[in-house]
């Protein structure tokens, strides 16, 4: 089992950068695909980005490719999504996710853990 919990989200003006972190506990971090959810108000949550267990792998949703760019450090069990050219449609509520098989899927339901969530704001 993995806790996740995510950190680095805030106020930023359109244009801008941040990153996420999502830390993880436990000794096997690994062994888990790991992937970047979001959900904004009154919408679904959506994939944004997964990587694969050794990093070597990426994927992104259209909508932040060129953008956006998940890594990992296995060494210090943390993922990161440095975000750049922030719109103010990538306001929401970012989650990490991790599971352990190898596909690095889009789905939600294919994933096994979930952090509580950090809110990005990107103002206009």
């Known amino acids: 089992q993995v806790q996740l919990v995510e950190s680095g989200g805030g106020l930023v003006q359109a244009g801008g950068s941040m990153r996420l972190s999502c830390a993880a506990s436990?000794?096997?971090?690994?062994?888990?695909?790991m992937a970047w959810f979001r959900q904004a108000p009154g919408k679904e949550r959506e994939f944004v980005a997964a990587?694969?267990?050794?990093?070597?792998?990426?994927r992104y949703a259209d909508s932040v490719k060129g953008r956006f760019t998940i890594s990992r450090d296995n060494a210090k069990n943390t993922m990161y999504l440095q975000m750049n050219s922030l719109k103010p449609e990538d306001t929401a509520l970012y989650y990490c996710?991790?599971?352990?098989?190898?596909?690095?899927?889009?789905?939600?339901?294919?994933?096994?853990?979930w952090g509580q969530g950090t809110q990005v704001t990107v103002s206009s």
């Open positions: 996710a991790a599971k352990l098989t190898v596909l690095l899927s889009t789905t939600n339901s294919d994933y096994d853990y």
């Open positions: 436990g000794r096997t971090f690994n062994t888990y695909v």
């Open positions: 990587i694969s267990r050794l990093g070597t792998t990426t």
